[in-house]
């Protein structure tokens, strides 16, 4: 071994060959990769308890540990993989420690997102006996793959970006490169070994070799979508796409009124929906939506006197809607697997299923306090789940749409009626209907378990919101 690197880390997302540049790392005699030694919800592998005598628990509490004992520990050099979502604390200690090896795994995002799809589908996540294939067609959704790009691009000139500022480079592997042995014995050379492969693993097999127009089930509507995208950008990193701000796919426009949402999440989108919609009297899954900067500066540019505007909602009652609509129930759009770690793991008082009979207003309450003590130490850095975009703060979702456009207008939600109208009169809508009142929370509202404890405990997690916002006690 050289003496360049101390540890590596492979940089790389769901479907996009990380397992099998895994195996063939591990084929070296010099290698060890621990697998996703910073997933939130498990450690290494889905069954596994620990890496090297660290277990979750210990990871959890201090996540440089296990960094250390990787490094120190593995016979030979030791790595991991690590994805966006992964413990947010290691990418500082990574990043800056050029001892630290960097390889960035990457693939086309049409082909990820596709094989992402099908094996979702089929529940076939790894294959190792052709025989046991199992085959199925994704179905392309242009919102889902709209979001996709967009994380790993935010994800890509992230590195990118910190990498340069600290004068290192990574090694660079695209999905089809991890088919030739040559690149895998120069990433070896890049580690510092002088060993070498004469062959790869095989034991692991490509899961859906046919083209895209086959694994598509709707490939016309997948073409037309994403025809105005830059190919170049789409397939290759580390120049992914030009850099710039923040995708902005979640805005919402009238359907011809020159008024643009910029939605809070976590606060009342369905009803502004509802309310825009309303406007030119149309179905609010029609409004455009899903645009990316150029297609918004073209509709500025053709609706001369548009009006932006975001709404801010309490944020106890912000929280508290996150944790009744994303956390408490399961089903569609809940996060399952955040609500199942934060219940092993974190202990939150939260029934197994469903919230059913004996989950009353004292358990409720319980839980909710528990939930926002796990908001304190996420919006701290201090876990490794994801800090979500319906419990971020609203000052850093402000910030991150400054990136790119600032709102004409920020609303809060209890003034929001008479606000909204006298918006919609200024680009020449009169005598709208008030949008309606937010939907009840379930189980039990917030009204039933607030407190001055929760209020104080509320303005702890979102200190930054009450001094910038002035939020005053909730209610």
């Known amino acids: 071994m050289g003496d360049r690197f101390d540890y590596f880390v492979v940089f790389a997302e769901m479907r996009t060959g990380s397992n099998f540049l895994e195996t063939n790392l591990n084929a070296f005699e010099g290698f060890t990769c621990h697998g996703e030694a910073f997933n939130p919800h498990f450690i290494g592998y889905p069954n596994a308890t620990h890496i090297l ?10 996540p440089a540990a ?4 990787i490094r120190d520990k593995t016979e030979g050099m030791g790595g991991f993989r690590f994805f966006h979502d992964h413990d947010p604390r290691v990418l500082d200690i990574c990043l800056d420690d050029p001892r630290c090896a960097k390889i960035i795994l990457t693939r086309n995002p049409a082909e990820s997102y596709v094989s992402f799809k099908i094996a979702q589908a089929t529940g076939q996540w790894k294959l190792t006996n052709v025989k046991r294939r199992k085959d199925s067609q994704a179905t392309f959704d242009a919102k889902e793959f709209e979001a996709h790009v967009a994380e790993l691009q935010e994800f890509q000139v ?5 990498l340069q500022v600290s004068g290192q480079t990574a090694f660079y592997v695209d999905y089809e490169d991890l088919q030739d042995v040559e690149v895998m014995n120069g990433l070896a050379m890049f580690l510092g070994s002088e060993e070498r492969l004469e062959k790869l693993d095989e034991s692991l097999k490509k899961q859906n070799p046919s083209p895209l127009s086959e694994k598509v089930s709707n490939f016309d509507a997948m073409e037309r979508s994403i025809s105005g995208l830059d190919r170049f950008n789409l397939s290759r990193t580390p120049n992914f ?3 710039r701000g923040p995708a902005v796919p979640g805005f919402v426009t009238g359907a011809r009124a020159p008024l643009l949402f910029m939605p809070m999440r976590g606060g009342p989108e369905a009803e502004v929906l509802e309310w825009l919609a309303g406007l030119d009297g149309v179905p609010v899954e029609t409004l455009p939506t899903q645009m990316n900067q150029k297609g918004l500066r073209k509709w500025k540019r053709s609706k001369p006197g548009h009006r932006s505007f975001t709404v801010l909602r309490h944020p106890v009652a912000r929280a508290h809607a996150a944790f009744c609509s994303r956390i408490l129930p399961r089903g569609p759009g809940t996060f399952a697997d955040i609500r199942k770690t934060l219940r092993n793991f ?8 469903q919230p059913g009979e004996d989950y009353d207003v004292a358990a409720h309450r319980a839980a909710f306090v528990a939930f926002l003590e796990f908001l304190k130490a996420n919006l701290n850095g201090q876990t490794s789940i994801r800090v979500d975009a319906h419990w971020a703060s609203q000052s850093a979702a402000l910030q991150g749409m400054a990136q790119f456009v600032l709102p004409d207008v920020i609303l809060r939600e209890e003034e929001m009626r008479p606000a909204l109208a006298r918006l919609a009169g200024e680009v020449g809508y009169a005598d709208t209907p008030a949008p309606g009142p937010a939907e009840a929370d379930s189980p039990h509202a917030l009204a039933d378990i607030y407190d001055t404890e929760i209020e104080a405990l509320a303005a702890q997690v979102y200190q930054r919101d009450y001094i910038l916002f002035g939020f005053g006690p909730w209610g």
């Open 241 to 243: 796409e030009p850099r």
């Open 346 to 353: 974190h202990k939150l008082p939260i029934p197994g299923d």
């Open 158 to 162: 992230y590195l990118m970006n910190r």
């Open 53 to 62: 005598g660290v277990t979750q628990a210990d990871r959890e509490a201090n």
């Open 66 to 69: 296990l960094i250390a004992t």
